[in-house]
């Protein structure tokens, strides 16, 4: 079994990635204020998040699955993220990341920055389009505890040497759960939850947190 001194899990969008994926694939089918619009309400923490998706992604329908090479080649990394997945490999940590993202972007990204393992939703096509529906279970607030504590324990990490790193108030659960709960370029109400506050939009400041 792999073992590990210490875990690291970040959300993606707007904390892995300065982006939010869902509002470049809405740009794509000319509804994108709407969609950031929503988006912005559900990181708030002002409307249900497993709703919020359902209703973006169904502003997606339509959208073709040549769509996602254009947005991945949109997707910017935030600044410091390759020196903390260096430093936490370094220190004989694992990162994950549990997003409400997609994997269709995820999967291409997530190995160049340095991440381990992570979880995301899956978008439903049909005919080389997007159908707007979301193909299995949401990765919402609840998955993402969930996902922070399985992969603790498959890696034989203490609750206590556990890090969460979030924006929206869907990381809120598993920066519960963590040893340590970091607000990064959050919405207020993250940032009142939070163990520790990061102010400035670079994922480096986190290293001499690192145990």
């Not at 509804?31 to 973006?56: H, K, P, Y």
């Not at 972007?105 to 080389?128: M, Y």
């Not at 159908?131 to 890696?155: H, N, P, Q, S, Y």
Request: avoid cysteine.
């Amino acid at each position: 079994m792999t073992t590990a001194r210490f875990l690291v899990v970040l959300d993606a969008d707007s904390t892995l990635i300065r982006n939010e994926v869902i509002e470049l694939l809405a740009e794509e089918a000319g509804r994108r204020a709407e969609v950031q619009a929503a988006t912005e309400a559900a990181m708030r923490g002002e409307i249900d998040f497993a709703t919020s998706l359902r209703s973006r992604v169904a502003a997606l329908a339509g959208v073709p699955i040549e769509a996602f090479a254009r947005v991945r080649a949109r997707v910017e990394p935030t600044p410091g993220v390759r020196d903390l997945t260096a430093a936490v490999h370094a220190r004989g940590g694992v990162v994950g990341v549990v997003s409400g993202g997609f994997h269709e972007i995820l999967d291409d990204v997530a190995p160049g920055l340095g991440v381990d393992r992570w979880r995301a939703n899956r978008l439903e096509a049909a005919d080389g389009a997007l159908t707007g529906r979301v193909d299995g279970d949401i990765v919402d607030g609840a998955a993402k505890a969930f996902w922070l504590r399985t992969w603790a324990e498959e890696l034989g990490v203490a609750p206590h040497a556990t890090i969460a790193i979030g924006d929206g108030a869907n990381d809120l659960p598993m920066m519960a759960v963590a040893g340590l709960g970091l607000a990064f370029n959050a919405k207020p109400a993250v940032r009142e939850s939070a163990s520790l506050v990061i102010g400035p939009v670079d994922l480096g400041t986190v290293i001499p947190l690192l145990p």
